[in-house]
Every structure is written in structure tokens, then in C-alpha cells.
């Protein structure tokens, strides 16, 4: 296709790969909070993607995808957060990236997708300055072995959702439920992103970003409260972590909020600890941007994570994916556009964006998800209309490429473009799969 735009697919670790503890992999926080009863399903086996890697990547060359983006398994590398590396763990993914340039595809790894090596949790985790040491260590042992070959690298996938969602709500693992906690854990996973970037380098990475979530917001009505609730949130879900990431430091009316609303204690951000803030700076290759939607804010919507939408569940309203979130692809141009004027990235890379659809195989086994690509087609469109006014967008990864394990929501909520039967593993490309190939192909 002649828009200049790579185009892979994504997927994460934990979600796809399963074989836990198999040849030396340690347990994370994830595989703890499953076994807590606080998820539906266990990522034990997953996608089976551990034993099935050589066929997801014959399927990934069949839809001609320019870039792969995955996780790797800090506690597969380390099982216990520090110390002795597990060989035949980085075993697996040396052969990851080896067949994937067999076949044209290139690799782009992100270093943590949210499974903490739970030894490290029960030291304090993300709360405890120990951990950004520890996973600077980890990003050097990764590098060392496939830095020769790996030029992208992403450090962390949405630091928001593994702080707030993590340390605060407590429905993503590991369950806390405190502001102290999950300050701190924000701030140490920025700073690890930044003390990894210089150690990438260093191993010959040529590119390096770290991906972003982001819940662009308008106020609900012109009044002043919800204008003002608005930009509150904005700050709260977005610029909290895009401002520290591109030098700007923690927002000053985020830092006043927080305050006067006692949830910042003399300890809980150490942002005028010497180097902290430039360090959390240091300069990226390429921004990663997730988007799935946006939200209407008002005054009386009461607190930070309470969002706007309707429910999960099959059968949403017109306009809403499954998961409950509204189909909204102009706000991502927007967005896009936002971001440039406002950071100025020298690349953006659209690392998530897709729709959960349960479309299954009917009786001709044929999966038809015309909804799916419907929402695919739509952003993409908004993409390039960012693209068109001049955004430096260069890559879009769809997520993602297998239905899989989405986290509390088990394995109802399904993603991909190829439909995964749970009891069996069987993968049966849907009708998004072909869709994007022939957008790939220029058809």
C-alpha cells in the first residue's frame, strides 16, 4: 500500500503465550492475582503461543504485516526480577525474532506489558525505587542477546493502566488500592522508561519509544464546571504522563489538584529528587500511541476512574465496541493533531487499535466480523487524515492479532483478527484478517 504507514499487529505476553513456569519462567503478579479468584480465567496456557509461535508467524507473513509488536516475559528472562537470567527463556524469543526476520517481519518488543515478577512485587513493586534498578538490569540482559537484531524498542506499554488500574481501582493486578501507592508506582515506571533508554542504545537499538494510552476528553456541555471537570480529567488520564515523558515535568494544575485534594504526601512523588524529572525525559525515537476511544466529561460525574459508557457485554448499542467503549475515530485525528502541536514527536506509532467483537465461526466455520472492520476501516481513515495535515504518524498495529486472554475480562472480550478456540487453539482467520491483508497488499 502506497501510504507510507507500517503496518503490523500486537499482542502481549502474558495474554498469548501461557506456559507458566516452563523452562525456568518465574511467576508474575498477574499469575498470583489469577489465582486469587480475581479473574475469570489463568494466562496458565493462554493462546498457547509458547508452543505455537512458529504458526502464528506463518500467519502473520500470510497477512503480509511489515512489524510485529509483542511483549516480553521479564519473569520468563529473570524469574525473580534480579539476579541469575534464565537462558532458555531468552531462548524463546531469539527464536521469535529470528523467524520473524525470516519472513520479512520486523520485531518490535516491548519490554513490560504489566507482569512484574511477583518476587519483586513482594518487596513493593513499582512503589519501591528498587524496582527501576532492577528492571534497567532486566532491559540490558534483553538487549545484550537480541539487540544485534532488534532495531525498534518500546519500554513500557500504558504506564497509566499498570499504575492507576494497578495501585489505585486494584482491579488490574496487583490489586492495590491507594493514591500513595499508585503515585509512586507512575513515577518509577516513567523513571525506568527512561533510565532503559540510554541502555537500548547502548546495545545498538536505532529506535526507541514507549507506548501511551490515552482517553482524549471534550467537557459534556460550554458550562465552566464541566469544561473545568474536562481538563481535570485530560490531566489526570493523559498529561500526567505524556508532559514528564517529552520534558515538561508533572502538570503544575495536576500537582495543585492533587494537594489541595490531599493525595500527595511529602513522599509520594519525589519529583524534585535530583535528575528525576530530566531523567523520566530522556529523548525518544517515537511515541507509541494506544487509542480506542474517547469520553464526554461533566461536572457530576464523580471521581477520576469513574468513566462514561455503557457496560460490557455482546450486543452493545450501535456506535460501541463489547467492551463497552463508543466508536469515536474522529477524536483520534484530533488527538494526533493535539499531540504534535503540543509535544512535537519526531514519530508517532499508533501501537494499539481495535474492537472487541465475540463473532464466532458459523456453520460454514467462516468468521464474519463486518463490525470489526468497520471500526479498523474508520480509524485507519482517521490516521491518514491526521497523516494528510501533517502529523508524523509512520506505523499502525492492529490489536490484535489472536483473540485472547483480555485480562479480568477473561477470554469473553475477543480482539483479534484471527478467532482462537479456547479448548482446542485452533486459529481461524476472520473476515478482519483478509480485510487487512488486502489493505496491506493495496487492494
Known sequence: ??????????????????????????????????????????GDVACDHYNRWQED??????????????????????PDGRGEVNQKGLDFYDRLVDGLLNVGIKPFPTLYHWDLPQALEDEGGWT?????????????????????RVSNWITHNEPWVAAYLGHLDGVFAPGRTSWDDALAAGHHILLSH?????????????????????????????????????????GFRNRWFFDPVFGMGYPEDMLAAYRERGRISGTTIPAD????????????????????T??????????ELDYSGVPPGRNPPEGYTEMGWPNTPQALT??????????????????????SYSDG??????????????????????????????????????????????????????????HVDNATGTRTPKDSYRWYRDLIAGG
Open 294 to 303: 474517547s469520553l464526554p466529561i461533566s461536572a457530576d460525574r464523580g471521581d
Open 128 to 148: 519501591r525505587r528498587s524496582t527501576v534498578d532492577a528492571f534497567t538490569k532486566y532491559a540490558a540482559a534483553v538487549a545484550a542477546r537480541l539487540g544485534d
Open 273 to 292: 529528587r535530583p535528575g528525576d524529572i530530566d531523567g523520566i525525559a530522556s529523548a525518544i525515537d517515537f511515541l507509541g500511541l494506544n487509542y480506542y
Open 194 to 234: 527512561g533510565r532503559a533508554v540510554p541502555v537500548l542504545r547502548a546495545a545498538g537499538a536505532e529506535r526507541v519509544g514507549i507506548a501511551l494510552d490515552c482517553r482524549p476528553v471534550h467537557p459534556a456541555t460550554d458550562c465552566d464546571e464541566d469544561i473545568a471537570a474536562a481538563r481535570h480529567f485530560d
Open 1 to 42: 500500500m502506497s501510504s507510507g504507514l507500517t503496518f503490523g499487529v500486537a499482542t502481549s505476553a502474558y495474554q498469548i503465550e501461557g506456559g507458566r513456569f516452563v523452562d525456568g519462567k518465574g511467576e508474575s503478579i498477574w499469575d498470583r492475582f489469577a489465582d486469587s479468584g480475581r479473574m475469570p480465567e489463568s
Open 361 to 418: 465461526p458459523g456453520l460454514d466455520g467462516r468468521v464474519r466480523d463486518q463490525r470489526r472492520i468497520d471500526y479498523l476501516a474508520d480509524h485507519v481513515d482517521a490516521v491518514m487524515a491526521a497523516r494528510e495535515s501533517g502529523v508524523p504518524v509512520d506505523g499502525y498495529f492492529v490489536w490484535s492479532l489472536l483473540d485472547n486472554l483480555e485480562w479480568v475480562e477473561g477470554y469473553r472480550q475477543r480482539f483479534g483478527l484471527i
Open 334 to 355: 484530533d488527538y494526533l493533531r493535539h499531540i504534535n502541536e503540543t509535544y512535537a514527536p519526531p514519530s508517532i506509532h499508533i501501537t494499539e487499535n481495535g474492537a
Open 57 to 78: 508467524v506463518e500467519l502473520m507473513a500470510e497477512l503480509g504485516v511489515a512489524a510485529y509488536r509483542f511483549s516480553i516475559a521479564w519473569t520468563r528472562v529473570i
